[in-house]
């Protein structure tokens, strides 16, 4: 049954967290086992709804799997080829990387263009040139694309927008291919380093992964690895803006303090005190900020997925703030939400100004997993202490693991009732 997440506000977060894997590795990692012909373990998954339906998806290959306690084995030694023009490839945006995953194994895939947040309309063009230019025929046919390839040839694919998803999913395609595959504009995010570091701990021959130039040498065949997942620093990221937001104290463990650099330049600049230790980072809230403007770019600049938590943070600066997306065009389905709560927000064009305004509770809706992770902070952030419910919560468990569980060992007053 769908729950609402209610929170009550004027609470300061205070203690420690522990962050898990992260989902955007996660979710192309565990795609990623079906290249191997032997079992990969998969160390420090996180335990959210995607990889799930992950797992869901590779009992329908035939792929045995086993979840204990964060240690997800994956047995890909006997998958069988199935097409998946529908079900729970619809549930969530990163199946686009079994595309690239079957066509390496078997030389053939069939998936449902994806579902997941559809904030703005996010087109896999990129991917799809890819392929092609490995030697795949791609046809979209009722909703699902087709691909099927005689054989795999590396080529040089030089990719229009420097898509994560693409990088990642040539990769996982040319790491099987004839030949070298040598891919230009390719996403620098960390998590791109995570899905090669576990392809060659599989016998791939990847380098240049977290440059903006990766060369694949393709192998015959591929073996089990044991991998521990990269830190989350979304949601590391996400705690850090909420400690701030409500003048806190938190210390964030498990996470690589470089891939936070962005953010904590933010948060230092609006006046939170931050420090860093080698696997930690301590923040200092405030009780009152400095007006900023942030741009959020590709790795290693200020990560749109905390654009929508930090439209929250700002509302607590003095003055005017102006945040803009120069990755998606209009990702702001927070901010009408956000003015139910009092906010004074105007959107204009790819940016959001953000006046200094006091939040108050109020009903209001995610409408995906990072526009909820704004509206919960936000919620925290209320002065009153006023109650405010959030419905779509589905779409935080996406990427939030025992949130409930973690906010309220923070000091947090936050519970779920049925919506
Ligand atoms: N784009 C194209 N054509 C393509 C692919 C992308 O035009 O073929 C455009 C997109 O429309 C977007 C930009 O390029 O404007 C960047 O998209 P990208 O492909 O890099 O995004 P993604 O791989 O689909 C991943 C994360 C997102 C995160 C983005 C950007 C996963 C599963 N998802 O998406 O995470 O926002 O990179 O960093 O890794 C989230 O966690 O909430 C989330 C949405």
Same mark, same amino acid.
């Given at each position: 049954?769908?729950?609402?997440?209610?929170?009550?506000?004027?609470?300061?977060? &205070?203690?420690?967290?522990?962050?898990?894997?992260a989902?955007?590795?996660?979710?192309?990692?565990?795609?990623?086992?079906?290249?191997?012909?032997?079992p990969?373990?998969?160390?420090?998954?996180?335990?959210?709804?995607?990889?799930?339906?992950?797992?869901?998806?590779?009992?329908?290959?035939?792929?045995?799997?086993?979840?204990?306690?964060?240690?997800m084995?994956i047995?890909?030694s006997?998958?069988?080829?199935?097409?998946?023009?529908?079900?729970n490839?619809?549930?969530?945006?990163?199946?686009?990387?079994?595309m690239?995953?079957?066509?390496?194994?078997?030389?053939?895939?069939?998936?449902?263009?994806?579902?997941?947040?559809?904030? #703005?309309?996010?087109?896999?063009?990129?991917h799809?040139?890819?392929?092609?230019?490995?030697?795949?025929?791609?046809?979209?046919e009722h909703?699902?694309?087709?691909?099927?390839?005689?054989?795999?040839?590396?080529?040089k694919?030089?990719?229009?927008?420097?898509?994560?998803?693409?990088t990642?999913n040539?990769?996982?395609?040319a790491s099987?291919?004839?030949?070298?595959?040598?891919i230009?504009?390719?996403?620098?995010?960390?998590?791109?380093?995570?899905?090669a570091t576990?392809?060659?701990?599989?016998?791939? &021959?990847?380098?240049?992964?977290?440059?903006?130039?990766i060369?694949? #040498?393709?192998v015959?065949?591929?073996?089990?690895?044991?991998?521990?997942?990269?830190?989350?620093?979304?949601?590391?990221?996400?705690y850090?803006?909420?400690?701030?937001?409500?003048?806190?104290?938190?210390?964030?463990?498990?996470?690589?303090p470089?891939?936070?650099e962005?953010?904590?330049?933010?948060?230092?600049?609006?006046?939170?005190?931050?420090?860093?230790?080698?696997?930690?980072?301590?923040v200092?809230?405030q009780?009152?900020y400095?007006?900023i403007?942030?741009?959020?770019?590709?790795?290693?600049?200020?990560?749109?997925?905390?654009?929508?938590?930090?439209?929250?943070?700002?509302?607590?600066? &003095?003055?005017?703030?102006?945040?803009s997306?120069?990755?998606?065009?209009?990702?702001f389905k927070h901010?009408p939400?956000?003015?139910?709560?009092?906010?004074k927000?105007?959107?204009?064009?790819?940016?959001?100004?953000?006046?200094?305004?006091?939040?108050?509770?109020?009903?209001?809706?995610?409408?995906?997993? &990072?526009?909820?992770?704004?509206?919960?902070?936000?919620?925290?952030m209320?002065?009153?202490?006023?109650?405010?419910?959030?419905?779509?919560? #589905?779409?935080?468990?996406?990427?939030?693991?025992?949130?409930?569980?973690?906010?309220?060992?923070?000091?947090?007053?936050?519970?779920?009732?049925?919506?």
């Amino acid at each position: 049954m769908a729950q609402k997440l209610m929170i009550a506000g004027n609470r300061a977060l &205070r203690g420690t967290i522990t962050i898990s894997g992260a989902k955007n590795s996660a979710v192309a990692l565990i795609p990623a086992a079906l290249l191997a012909e032997t079992p990969v373990v998969l160390d420090n998954l996180p335990d959210i709804s995607d990889v799930k339906i992950y797992t869901e998806l590779l009992e329908e290959l035939g792929v045995g799997v086993q979840n204990v306690d964060g240690a997800m084995t994956i047995d890909p030694s006997r998958p069988v080829w199935t097409p998946l023009p529908n079900g729970n490839v619809k549930k969530l945006r990163a199946s686009y990387y079994l595309m690239g995953a079957l066509l390496g194994r078997f030389g053939k895939a069939v998936i449902g263009l994806p579902g997941g947040c559809n904030f #703005e309309p996010r087109p896999i063009d990129q991917h799809v040139k890819g392929f092609e230019a490995l030697g795949a025929r791609v046809t979209n046919e009722h909703g699902a694309l087709h691909i099927f390839a005689k054989e795999l040839v590396g080529a040089k694919i030089y990719l229009d927008v420097a898509s994560v998803g693409a990088t990642i999913n040539i990769m996982l395609a040319a790491s099987r291919a004839k030949g070298t595959t040598m891919i230009e504009n390719a996403a620098k995010e960390p998590e791109i380093i995570d899905v090669a570091t576990i392809l060659n701990n599989m016998g791939a &021959r990847i380098k240049g992964a977290g440059t903006d130039t990766i060369r694949i #040498e393709g192998v015959d065949s591929m073996k089990g690895c044991r991998h521990s997942i990269i830190p989350d620093r979304i949601q590391a990221g996400t705690y850090m803006i909420a400690a701030a937001a409500t003048a806190g104290d938190v210390l964030v463990d498990n996470v690589i303090p470089k891939h936070m650099e962005a953010l904590s330049a933010k948060l230092q600049e609006m006046g939170a005190h931050i420090y860093e230790m080698d696997e930690s980072i301590r923040v200092v809230g405030q009780q009152e900020y400095s007006n900023i403007d942030v741009k959020a770019l590709v790795y290693p600049g200020f990560a749109t997925d905390l654009q929508s938590p930090m439209t929250s943070l700002l509302t607590k600066a &003095r003055g005017l703030s102006i945040l803009s997306d120069y990755v998606y065009n209009n990702r702001f389905k927070h901010v009408p939400e956000l003015q139910r709560m009092g906010a004074k927000i105007r959107v204009e064009g790819r940016s959001a100004i953000i006046e200094g305004s006091t939040l108050n509770g109020a009903k209001v809706k995610a409408t995906d997993l &990072r526009a909820g992770a704004a509206l919960f902070i936000a919620g925290l952030m209320v002065p009153t202490g006023e109650v405010t419910e959030i419905a779509g919560y #589905e779409y935080v468990q996406r990427g939030y693991d025992n949130l409930v569980e973690n906010l309220t060992a923070l000091g947090a007053e936050v519970w779920t009732e049925p919506e």
